[in-house]
């Protein structure tokens, strides 16, 4: 009952976008003997999921998302030296960008956050990444999964562009391709050969597990490979 | 009756079917192969290309700037890159602290060469232009430019963490706007177009747009109109639960993207706001048919019912927009038979 208080706590802080308290919080939990991954899994992920949760709902927005995930840090850089490395969660490889011409990279930012807190070992290529720059960081780290970010109408050409590029160097086959961006649409993923389209950032973490086929119980279990 | 006409019968309040395709500089310059950097560069001699493609399609409003909101934070010291496709970004904040607010010199801005060569690039393509379209020059608003001075990441943080900084920025932004702007109007242009992409309902609360961004919007606002020069307001993304703010600002004309129901958001601004908007740029007029187009142009015309409408796209088109469906577009919204 302590333990579950605890967490609840922690998950709180994160959702009140306090770091100072989510950071407090999480020693304290780390003190009462609580497992780290289950600290990260139930009080900090759980308080990020919340907020992303209220994001989808339009009851928060990217300001207060962003201040959730820097409370959600400030616990994992206190949680995290105590995690023994075979502990970690791994549900798989990432590569995330903003396409070439663009480099509003808030969202992008934003899925990175949700990707990494769910288990996934994110490579970040920023923002303005040409088609060559992400098919390269795929092959070399043999990605599961590409995540392509655009704000602008005027640059979603480009995500065909780096689609193809994998086409051309016998990739596609290996990496599946998520796309999103404020004028993505589901049929304008489809339309481009993609595999899947993500809303906002916590949507995006869903369809990505399920693209991977990843279930929650793997998930919860830190399996992957 | 030419395009510029329509819109000025439009915003004197008659109901004419006016329609622009939201095609701007940089369109212009990417569909000959220019990237925008070669307008700041040059921009006597750009500007000829710019008008030829304005001349080639019938859009009652020609945007000219969209490309360069940043040149008056270029002009206060800010480094920017110009990457070959795309709008040009900061390298770095032109403002990471208070100090560096003292630091900023707003006078530089009227005196600017660049500033003052784009200034004369706009009276040149009006008279180029003549009645085929009205130009509208876009000068970025005091929020979105606020976010561009810090970084909009750190700015969204800044929204909770040191509002009192908000504010100076805020305020700073402001009269840069009008250090900016107002010589644009003074020299003559028609239509002054303020975009604030950041103010959005997609990346900001209703409760921090009523705080930090309607003072500013609507002090600015105020003062073009005040000069008798009509503003075009547009926010991209979702502004439905903020309309009726915008209301309360009072742009001559508001421009809504494809994701606001037009006939709710023509209900809230009423009758003396003229609407515009909201085919889908990519989905339908990029990677649409021409059917698709014709479809989507007509669903929105109805949509506006009887009130002042200006048909548009909800935001700017990508240069590679087929001109089949920019045409098709125009064809429709002025009433003219497509097939």
């Given at each position: 009952?302590?333990?579950?208080?605890?967490?609840?706590?922690?998950?709180?802080?994160?959702?009140?976008?306090?770091?100072?308290?989510?950071a407090?919080?999480?020693?304290?939990?780390?003190?009462?003997?609580?497992?780290?991954?289950?600290?990260?899994?139930?009080?900090?992920?759980?308080?990020?999921?919340?907020?992303?949760?209220?994001?989808?709902?339009?009851?928060y927005?990217?300001?207060?998302?962003l201040?959730?995930?820097?409370?959600?840090?400030?616990?994992?850089?206190?949680?995290?030296?105590?995690?023994?490395?075979?502990?970690?969660?791994?549900?798989?490889?990432v590569?995330?960008?903003?396409?070439e011409?663009?480099?509003?990279?808030?969202?992008?930012?934003?899925?990175?956050?949700?990707?990494?807190?769910?288990?996934?070992?994110?490579?970040?290529?920023?923002?303005?990444?040409?088609?060559?720059?992400?098919?390269?960081?795929?092959?070399?780290?043999?990605?599961?999964?590409?995540?392509?970010?655009?704000?602008?109408?005027?640059?979603?050409?480009?995500?065909k562009k780096?689609?193809?590029?994998?086409?051309?160097?016998?990739?596609?086959?290996?990496?599946?391709?998520?796309?999103?961006?404020?004028?993505?649409?589901?049929?304008?993923?489809?339309?481009?050969?993609?595999?899947?389209?993500?809303?906002?950032?916590?949507?995006?973490?869903?369809?990505?597990?399920?693209?991977?086929?990843?279930?929650?119980?793997k998930?919860?279990?830190?399996?992957?490979? | 009756m030419?395009?510029?006409?329509?819109?000025?019968?439009?915003?004197?309040?008659?109901?004419v079917?006016?329609?622009?395709?939201?095609?701007?500089?940089?369109?212009?310059?990417?569909?000959r192969?220019?990237?925008?950097?070669?307008?700041?560069e040059?921009?006597?001699?750009?500007?000829?290309?710019?008008?030829?493609?304005?001349?080639?399609?019938?859009?009652?409003i020609?945007f000219?700037?969209?490309?360069?909101?940043?040149?008056?934070?270029?002009?206060?010291?800010g480094?920017?890159?110009?990457?070959?496709?795309?709008?040009?970004?900061?390298?770095?904040?032109?403002?990471?602290?208070?100090?560096?607010?003292?630091?900023?010199?707003?006078?530089?801005?009227?005196?600017?060469?660049?500033?003052?060569?784009?200034?004369?690039a706009?009276?040149?393509?009006?008279?180029?232009?003549?009645?085929?379209?009205?130009?509208?020059?876009?000068?970025?608003?005091?929020?979105?430019?606020?976010?561009?001075?810090?970084?909009?990441?750190?700015?969204?943080?800044?929204?909770?963490?040191?509002?009192?900084?908000?504010?100076?920025?805020?305020?700073?932004?402001?009269?840069?706007?009008?250090?900016?702007?107002?010589?644009?109007v003074?020299?003559?242009?028609?239509?002054?177009?303020?975009?604030?992409?950041?103010?959005?309902?997609?990346?900001?609360?209703?409760k921090?747009f009523?705080?930090?961004?309607?003072?500013?919007?609507?002090?600015?606002?105020?003062?073009?109109?005040?000069?008798?020069?009509?503003?075009?307001?547009?926010?991209?993304?979702?502004?439905?639960?903020?309309?009726?703010?915008?209301?309360?600002?009072?742009?001559?004309?508001?421009?809504?993207?494809?994701?606001?129901?037009?006939?709710?958001?023509?209900?809230?601004l009423?009758?003396?706001?003229?609407?515009?908007?909201?085919?889908?740029?990519?989905?339908?007029?990029?990677?649409?048919?021409?059917?698709?187009?014709?479809?989507?142009?007509?669903?929105?015309?109805?949509k506006?019912?009887?009130?002042?409408?200006?048909?548009?796209?909800?935001?700017?088109?990508?240069?590679?927009?087929?001109?089949?469906?920019?045409?098709?577009?125009?064809?429709?919204?002025?009433?003219?038979a497509?097939?």
């Amino acid at each position: 009952m302590e333990f579950e208080g605890l967490l609840k706590a922690i998950a709180n802080s994160v959702l009140s976008m306090d770091e100072e308290a989510t950071a407090e919080r999480t020693q304290e939990a780390l003190a009462a003997g609580i497992d780290p991954l289950v600290i990260i899994n139930e009080g900090l992920v759980a308080g990020m999921n919340q907020a992303g949760k209220l994001f989808e709902e339009n009851e928060y927005f990217v300001p207060e998302l962003l201040l959730c995930s820097d409370a959600m840090y400030a616990g994992l850089s206190v949680v995290t030296p105590h995690i023994e490395r075979e502990e970690n969660l791994y549900l798989g490889s990432v590569v995330i960008g903003v396409v070439e011409g663009d480099t509003h990279d808030i969202g992008k930012n934003l899925v990175k956050v949700m990707l990494e807190a769910s288990g996934f070992s994110v490579h970040d290529l920023g923002r303005n990444v040409p088609a060559k720059a992400f098919v390269e960081k795929v092959r070399e780290v043999n990605a599961d999964l590409l995540c392509l970010s655009t704000l602008m109408t005027t640059t979603m050409g480009e995500m065909k562009k780096v689609i193809d590029l994998l086409e051309k160097e016998n990739l596609r086959g290996r990496v599946k391709v998520l796309v999103g961006g404020a004028p993505i649409s589901p049929s304008f993923a489809s339309s481009i050969g993609a595999d899947g389209y993500g809303e906002n950032a916590a949507r995006a973490v869903r369809v990505a597990k399920e693209m991977l086929g990843i279930t929650q119980a793997k998930a919860s279990q830190g399996g992957g490979r | 009756m030419e395009g510029r006409q329509r819109v000025l019968k439009l915003l004197k309040g008659a109901r004419v079917r006016a329609c622009s395709v939201f095609a701007t500089e940089f369109w212009a310059l990417n569909r000959r192969g220019y990237g925008i950097k070669s307008l700041l560069e040059d921009p006597e001699g750009l500007l000829p290309v710019v008008a030829e493609e304005a001349q080639n399609i019938d859009s009652d409003i020609f945007f000219f700037l969209a490309g360069l909101t940043s040149v008056p934070l270029m002009v206060l010291g800010g480094r920017f890159e110009f990457p070959e496709k795309g709008a040009p970004f900061a390298e770095a904040p032109l403002v990471e602290d208070r100090d560096d607010l003292k630091e900023l010199d707003l006078k530089k801005i009227a005196s600017d060469a660049r500033v003052n060569q784009l200034r004369q690039a706009s009276v040149e393509l009006k008279r180029i232009l003549r009645d085929r379209a009205m130009v509208a020059v876009n000068i970025r608003a005091p929020f979105t430019q606020a976010a561009q001075m810090v970084g909009s990441e750190n700015f969204m943080r800044l929204l909770y963490r040191d509002e009192r900084f908000v504010f100076e920025l805020l305020e700073i932004s402001t009269e840069i706007f009008l250090a900016y702007g107002l010589p644009f109007v003074e020299s003559g242009a028609e239509m002054i177009y303020v975009s604030d992409p950041v103010a959005s309902g997609d990346l900001i609360s209703r409760k921090h747009f009523e705080r930090y961004v309607y003072p500013y919007l609507k002090k600015i606002v105020a003062e073009i109109k005040r000069l008798g020069t009509p503003v075009l307001l547009h926010i991209c993304g979702d502004t439905a639960d903020r309309l009726d703010l915008i209301r309360e600002i009072e742009p001559d004309i508001m421009s809504v993207d494809h994701k606001v129901d037009l006939e709710k958001a023509g209900e809230i601004l009423g009758q003396r706001i003229c609407l515009a908007g909201n085919v889908d740029p990519s989905q339908v007029m990029e990677y649409g048919s021409r059917e698709e187009v014709e479809r989507k142009a007509l669903e929105c015309m109805e949509k506006a019912g009887n009130r002042r409408f200006l048909l548009m796209p909800g935001c700017e088109i990508s240069p590679d927009t087929p001109l089949e469906n920019i045409k098709t577009f125009l064809d429709v919204g002025h009433g003219l038979a497509t097939k």
